[in-house]
């Protein structure tokens, strides 16, 4: 394992060590210079395509980007995840991919396979499965010490995650995702207040495309109080006692997380399994969910409207009427 861990001391040579984030990009300067898969597909995010439309005030960027056609087609049924090595366990990465130690637990990796300019995945050390149970400390964690520089996720084992085998976290450049720029706008417009506790709040937000919470605060015992509340309220309506389908985005600002929560009905939308010709592959996880939506085919990418968004988000998100059952707190 020790082989895995860079030290500080390597660091220096490539930018500022004196933040968890500064770490995470100066090993992303380092990954470059030695990792020729890394650097090419980094290199690639230059000529990536992007769309823009507009809901409202609501803005969604549609990306191309063929490098993500692994984790968006990604076989996640438990049959294909038997059958092959996990990709996130330290002894299967390739031998260039070193990482950064976070709480002895977990380890900071750059992502091979980037959406944004920076893209770390954030592994636990051993091969536990993907859970944001007892990992949700850990999650607001490491949303506080990237949170100047970075944007941390979580995308549930039925949703969005292409390893729900192995525990993990990803975190990406900062103010790349509509949502984040959006969410003070859209808790004013679109959202209510449904529950506090202490300096925490809870808020309702549906903006006519999702049905997410905001949970904000400055107090990380009363944040996970209320998720915690809020996760069991969504098994009790679901009647499931095992994780329901979630995807999940931190930030930090001046004392404060922002966590935004998505509840989900599906994984995929019907457009994934449809033939050739009306064929999207699309598989919205936390970045899709925030308004960036990630296709990796150009003949996706060319024929996707304001109507598919539009169908996307209703398919994949959880409905009105047991939105509005969750928001009775």
């Known amino acids: 394992m020790q082989n895995k861990i860079i030290t500080e001391a390597e660091l220096t040579n490539f930018g500022d060590v004196k933040t968890l984030?500064?770490?995470?990009?100066?090993?992303?300067?380092?990954?470059?210079?030695?990792?020729?898969?890394?650097?090419?597909?980094?290199?690639?995010l230059k000529s990536i395509q992007i769309k823009i439309f507009n809901f409202d005030g609501i803005?969604?960027?549609?990306?191309?980007?063929s490098g993500r056609i692994r984790s968006t087609s990604a076989k996640v049924d438990s049959e294909s995840i038997k059958e092959r090595k996990c990709f996130l366990c330290l002894e299967?990465?390739?031998?260039?991919?070193?990482?950064i130690s976070f709480n002895d637990d977990f380890l900071i990796l750059?992502?091979?396979?980037?959406?944004f300019k920076e893209h770390f995945t954030i592994v636990n050390k051993m091969h536990v499965s993907q859970t944001i149970f007892r990992n949700f400390q850990t999650f607001l964690a490491i949303v506080k010490k990237m949170g100047d520089k970075l944007t941390v996720f979580y995308n549930g084992p039925k949703c969005g995650a292409s390893a729900p085998d192995h525990m993990h976290f990803q975190a990406g450049s900062k103010s790349v995702m509509p949502i984040e720029s959006e969410y003070d706008s859209s808790k004013e417009k679109f959202g209510r207040i449904i529950y506090k506790e202490g300096s925490a709040e809870l808020f309702a937000v549906d903006d006519n495309l999702r049905k997410m919470f905001f949970l904000e605060g400055s107090d990380a015992t009363e944040i996970e109080s209320i998720f915690n509340k809020l996760i069991g309220k969504i098994q009790e309506l679901l009647g499931i006692d095992e994780e329901p389908m979630l995807n999940i985005v931190g930030m930090y600002k001046n004392g404060v997380w922002r966590v935004i929560i998505f509840p989900?009905?599906?994984?995929?939308?019907?457009?994934?399994?449809?033939?050739?010709?009306?064929k999207i592959i699309v598989s919205p996880a936390s970045v899709d969910m925030s308004g960036l939506i990630i296709v990796p085919r150009e003949e996706d990418f060319q024929k996707v409207s304001e109507d598919e968004i539009t169908k996307i988000y209703n398919q994949v998100?959880?409905?009105k009427n047991r939105f509005y059952e969750l928001t009775k707190m």
């Open 21 to 44: 984030s500064s770490k995470a990009l100066a090993l992303l300067e380092q990954q470059k210079t030695v990792w020729a898969l890394l650097r090419k597909n980094y290199d690639d």
């Open 59 to 65: 803005k969604i960027r549609l990306q191309f980007n």
């Open 92 to 99: 299967n990465l390739p031998e260039e991919q070193v990482g």
């Open 110 to 115: 750059c992502n091979p396979f980037p959406i």
């Open 264 to 278: 989900r009905a599906k994984h995929r939308p019907d457009y994934f399994f449809l033939n050739d010709s009306d």
């Open 317 to 319: 998100c959880l409905g």
